[in-house]
């Protein structure tokens, strides 16, 4: 739903089909002006989302947020899949904004919600695999777009519409799942639902060792009560978690992904590939994508948090660079397009197996249970803002720096890894009070036991 490129043209033509039907016309200004507005309603709506995220989960917990949260999702979905049939572009803008709000609310309160379940020696792995399905629903909504099959003028409407499916799915399986015992022990004071969600959870009787961490981290919490986002900013003891989640979510965004996608098809039709095949091509790489996150699921315990960002952040950085030298050099080189090609796939993996699915891992782990929450909504605004200024800013920085702009986000990717390199410690098989520890050295305060 994201990513609307592949069916630009049919819906455009649409728009001016529905201006024609209504005895008006419309100016090339004002359709580059409605398209833009469809595709920037997405990341806008998923700002709005972040910042609801804060208030649900703390009053309705994690599981009844994602229950309500569907909402956002079949509602919208049903509109857009009906905007052929009562030909209005309006509807699909508006249906924008809300599945926006959907993915802004279920990016942070998923990994949240999974990362309070595992158990710690698979945390990471499992706060992966919310990454994982947003690679796989990319891949799928790349499949179905084929011109074959939804991606044309008769089935875009079809494919809008799908993207209610999978919250129906949720809305039906979700309530046999249990909710988090953190949220149940720390938040609400239910220690025997915790108690049983988590023995659901692991599968046996004895969970004693884990209640007696989450007890401890009550306790360590207690004076702090409940954080706002106020709080957050103006807490000593939470400075550089916070600084950190900012600057991996910045980085995530800014570091050229979206460019990267925007920019594939004309690298791709530079090479030699015919504008039908393109869209195969696609496919390939969103199926790296998701290879590359099924992988990163399995080594994350493994190489810890750090190591993947700092490796992928490295790649993203290097395939920046080639691939501004081999798009200034494909005129006077014939193989250079080929290289091109190359850097696209490289950027895709150093992506996949870093940048994209770790920050929420991090966000997850470096902040407890009472500023959690006030955290993912911090993390989830900033995400949603560079992914915003990302759509809006690159036309035109490419307008004018052309393939140089490539090096703006090399840039930003070397800046960000120092950043990591620095500053953000492995937190690989600790406990949340054991991570509390480590960045309370670095804000020089004590974290009460």
């Keep these: 739903m994201e990513n609307l490129g592949e069916r630009k043209g049919d819906m455009k033509s649409f728009y001016i089909s529905v201006f024609e039907s209504r005895n008006s016309t419309v100016t090339n200004n004002m359709l580059t002006l409605l398209w833009s507005l469809t595709v920037s309603m997405y990341p806008l709506g998923g700002f709005f989302g972040s910042l609801m995220v804060a208030p649900l989960v703390n009053n309705f917990g994690r599981k009844g947020t994602l229950l309500f949260n569907n909402i956002f999702s079949i509602g919208p979905a ?51 695999v919310p990454q994982l399905f947003i690679t796989i629903g990319i891949l799928t909504a790349q499949v179905f777009g ?3 099959i939804l991606g044309n003028a008769e089935g875009w409407p079809i494919l809008l519409g799908l993207t209610g499916v999978p919250a129906l799915l949720e809305l039906l399986l979700l309530p046999f799942c249990p909710e988090s015992p953190r949220y149940m022990l720390i938040q609400r ?24 961490e989450m007890r401890l981290e009550e ?19 939470l400075r550089w978690q916070l600084l950190s989640i900012i600057i991996i979510n910045m980085g ?25 095949h393109i869209q195969y091509v696609t496919v390939g790489t969103g199926s790296v994508n998701v290879l590359m996150t099924i992988a990163a699921v399995f080594i994350v315990e493994a190489s810890g948090r750090k190591l993947l960002l700092l490796i992928g952040f490295a790649i993203c950085c290097i395939a920046c660079v080639i691939l501004t030298v081999a798009l200034r050099l494909q005129e006077s080189l014939q193989w250079m397009p080929y290289v091109s090609i190359a850097c696209v796939i490289i950027y895709v993996i150093g992506h996949a197996i870093g940048p994209s699915p770790i920050p929420t891992v991090i966000t997850t782990e470096i902040f407890r249970q009472s500023s959690r929450p006030a955290a993912f909504m ?12 990302i759509g809006l800013v690159f036309p035109f920085l490419e307008k004018n ?11 930003i990717c070397l800046a ?21 520890k480590l960045f309370a050295k670095r804000n020089k305060v004590e974290i009460a036991i």
């Design 378 to 389: 911090v993390a989830g605004s900033v995400h949603w803002l560079s992914n915003f200024t």
């Design 78 to 128: 049903i509109m857009m899949g009906v905007s052929g049939v009562l030909g209005s572009f309006e509807i699909i803008v508006v249906g924008r904004f809300f599945v926006g709000i959907c993915a802004g609310i279920s990016s942070n309160v998923v990994p949240m919600y999974l990362g309070e379940l595992a158990p710690r020696n698979l945390r990471g792995a499992i706060g992966i």
């Design 189 to 212: 004071g239910d220690d025997n639902n915790a108690r049983t969600a988590l023995q659901r959870l692991r599968g046996w009787k004895d969970v004693e060792e884990e209640m007696t």
């Design 146 to 148: 084929i011109r074959n």
């Design 252 to 276: 995530q965004q800014l570091s050229g992904v979206n460019a990267i996608y925007y920019y594939a098809d004309n690298i791709f039709s530079s090479a030699g590939v015919k504008e039908n």
């Design 401 to 411: 720096l052309g393939a140089f702009s490539f090096i703006v986000f090399a840039g």
């Design 416 to 436: 960000t890894l120092i950043y990591i390199w620095v500053d953000i410690p492995e937190t690989k098989g600790a406990t949340f009070l054991e991570i509390s």
């Design 219 to 237: 306790q360590s919490e207690r004076a702090e009560g409940q954080l706002s986002v106020l709080k957050l900013f103006i807490f000593r003891s």
